[in-house]
Nanobody, 121 residues
Framework: QVQLVESGGGLVQAGGSLRLSCAAS??????RGWFRQAPGKDREAVAA???????YYADSVKGRFTISRNNAQNTVYLQMNSLKPEDTAVYYC?????????????????WGQGTQVTVSS
């Protein structure tokens, strides 16, 4: 069985930082991703990372967010700095997409439970 368990969400003031973690169990994955979904909006890709360390970032978070992974621990992280109110969303980790599909939610087989990130002004 595969499980993705997220942690690290919470309430933070604008300009602050949070680090999200997502621990996978059951198997390893070539590519891991982070998505977010705000009320009334589609789920959007935030960042993704390959086993090799190659990364993808959405333009909206580039320079502020950093994705990393610890392959030995089967855990992926999303370090979020300089947070803005528009970053407020439920953040989901995902796994199981080929690298060519890491920006597409439909390409992923497994999802975490979601963790709320709220950025106050």
């Amino acid at each position: 069985q595969v499980q993705l368990v997220e942690s690290g969400g919470g309430l933070v003031q604008a300009g602050g930082s949070l680090r999200l973690s997502c621990a996978a169990s059951g198997r390893t994955f070539s590519s891991r991703g982070w998505f977010r979904q705000a009320p009334g909006k589609d789920r959007e890709a935030v960042a993704a990372i390959a086993w090799s360390g190659s990364t993808y970032y959405a333009d909206s978070v580039k320079g502020r967010f950093t994705i990393s992974r610890n392959n030995a621990q089967n855990t992926v992280y999303l370090q979020m700095n300089s947070l803005k109110p528009e970053d407020t969303a439920v953040y989901y980790c995902a796994a199981g997409a080929p690298w060519s599909g890491v920006t597409m939610a439909t390409a992923y087989n497994y999802w975490g439970q979601g963790t709320q990130v709220t950025v106050s002004s």
